[in-house]
């Protein structure tokens, strides 16, 4: 059995059609989710991009967050988890190395290519592709100067308008929708596949797309598409948290941007997994697409990912897997999965031995109807936040502050819109007991990490009379 994964960014469930949207057009996610297999309840463990991947790859529960792996002191994010993979636990594609596959990484998340983070690790063949979000691709003057109308005005000064920057002057050169990064990434895999999937016996893709994380700037017709007409400003990377300063309408905007984004993701998938089917290679490959997390767009007053809003649009993800030679048209599967569950699911339904070294479950069990859950619970944390998750109840805490608690009723909450902690404390003191086994001993090191968007940057110098080539 071959194997791909293919990972997004940011994409929240709510916004596919095979989870219950109807207004994002999302057709080739939504046929790949209907024709395959459903999960209706996979919750991240270790939150954002980082511990996610790490979990992903390791097949290893991340959460509590002891490992350390030294940073290099130039990292602007420090977040509790977030580093690279540490050697002692070997990872997935080390393992299908060992067993004689051919392994291969494309992807175009940036925090990948710090030498310091090491993801790589296992792939025989590794396409890092350039320019997302902050990364320093290229350098100097661009013809963009408008550069005021997508900056909102809280980020000034801040890593955030350098890193703004920076993706629209990687962008300088962009003419057509191919340049954008979704569709370099999907594409790149094609070509991948051409080479080496009929070439080899055997191998193992991993895809990682950052889209539909911000910043979220579409091609203007999938912004027309949720949006049309609108002249206001395009704050394509909104300050993290609350809400402030941004309108009504501003919101409304994001919200089509982000949509935008996701239909953008979902048409070059679609992409991609046309030229899978025509290779005829569902007959001897499985594939699982997952997202990290979701992305809060104004619930609850928040804007975009902290830990304070680990809540059901940040946590409720996206995973979908077809299964070689077998089509379990619109199989759901209910029952609780984390991502570190799936390299052992996967080694165990290609009959290789995994190491002890990984103690995700194998839910193979719920892929043939032997079991109807794995899990009583989902657990997992972000930075110095951490929350569980039952069929019943969601338990979030602030373990900086215990006395910053949230208690949610599932039966009755589903969107998590009222705090029942006060209200039900011995639900609430169960939670808590639950949540401290699952830490077993672990606390907050006397340094907790933070996001480096907010730490202040000074732009460089600029000549008075600046001169490029371009201008």
């Not at 209910?334 to 996967?346: F, K, N, Q, S």
């Not at 929350?387 to 502050?401: A, F, G, K, S, W």
């Not at 169960?430 to 202040?456: A, C, F, I």
Request: net charge negative.
């Amino acid at each position: 059995m071959n194997f791909i994964i293919i990972c997004l960014d940011s994409l929240r469930r709510d916004h596919l059609g095979c989870y219950g949207n109807d207004w994002i057009k999302t057709p080739n996610l939504d046929k790949f989710g209907y024709e395959n297999i459903i999960f209706d309840n996979m919750y991240p463990n270790g939150i954002p991009t980082l511990p996610f991947r790490r979990g992903l790859m390791q097949g290893r529960r991340v959460h509590p967050f002891r490992d350390n792996v030294p940073l290099h002191p130039n990292n602007v994010h420090t977040l509790l988890g977030w580093h690279g993979l540490s050697f002692e636990y070997p990872t997935f594609q080390e393992i299908l190395q060992h067993k004689d596959y051919v392994t291969g990484m494309i992807t175009d998340v940036f925090h990948f290519f710090p030498p310091d983070m090491n993801f790589h690790i296992g792939f025989d063949s590794f396409i890092f592709i350039r320019g997302n979000e902050g990364d320093r691709l290229h350098m100097g003057g661009t013809r963009r100067r408008d550069f005021a109308e997508y900056l909102y005005p809280a980020l000034e000064g801040t890593a955030q308008q350098k890193y703004l920057e920076q993706h629209m002057r990687n962008q300088d050169g962009f003419r057509s929708e191919e340049d954008y990064f979704a569709a370099q990434v999907f594409r790149t895999a094609e070509k991948w596949l051409e080479r080496n999937a009929r070439y080899y016996e055997n191998f193992y893709l991993y895809i990682d797309s950052f889209d539909p994380h911000e910043p979220w700037d579409p091609p203007r017709e999938y912004r027309e598409m949720y949006d049309p007409g609108y002249e206001g400003r395009e704050l394509i990377l909104p300050q993290q948290g609350r809400l402030e300063g941004i309108s009504e309408r501003e919101l409304k905007h994001i919200k089509a941007l982000y949509a935008g984004e996701v239909s953008m993701v979902d048409r070059w998938f679609g992409h991609f997994m046309e030229k899978f089917y025509n290779m005829g290679l569902d007959q001897d490959t499985a594939v699982v697409v997952v997202s990290d997390h979701g992305h809060p767009l104004g619930e609850h007053g928040l804007i975009r990912k902290t830990p304070p809003a680990l809540r059901w649009n940040l946590l409720d993800t996206v995973m979908m897997m077809s299964l070689p030679k077998k089509k379990p048209a619109g199989m759901r599967i209910e029952g609780i999965v984390h991502e570190y569950d799936i390299a052992p699911t996967l080694l165990s339904l290609a009959g290789i031995e995994r190491p002890d070294s990984m103690n995700g479950l194998d839910f193979s069990g719920l892929l043939d109807g032997t079991t109807d859950k794995i899990r009583d619970y989902a657990c997992g944390g972000y930075n110095d936040h951490a929350y569980i998750r039952t069929p019943e109840y969601y338990y979030l805490v602030n373990l900086q502050d215990i006395k910053q608690r949230y208690l949610f009723d599932l039966k009755v909450d589903l969107k998590m819109t009222s705090n029942v902690a006060e209200q039900l404390p011995e639900v609430a003191a169960e939670m808590h007991k639950l949540l401290e086994e699952n830490l077993d001993g672990w606390t907050l090191p006397e340094k907790v990490g933070q996001s480096g968007y907010h730490r202040p940057a000074k732009p460089f110098k600029i000549r008075k009379r600046p001169y490029t080539s371009v201008f």
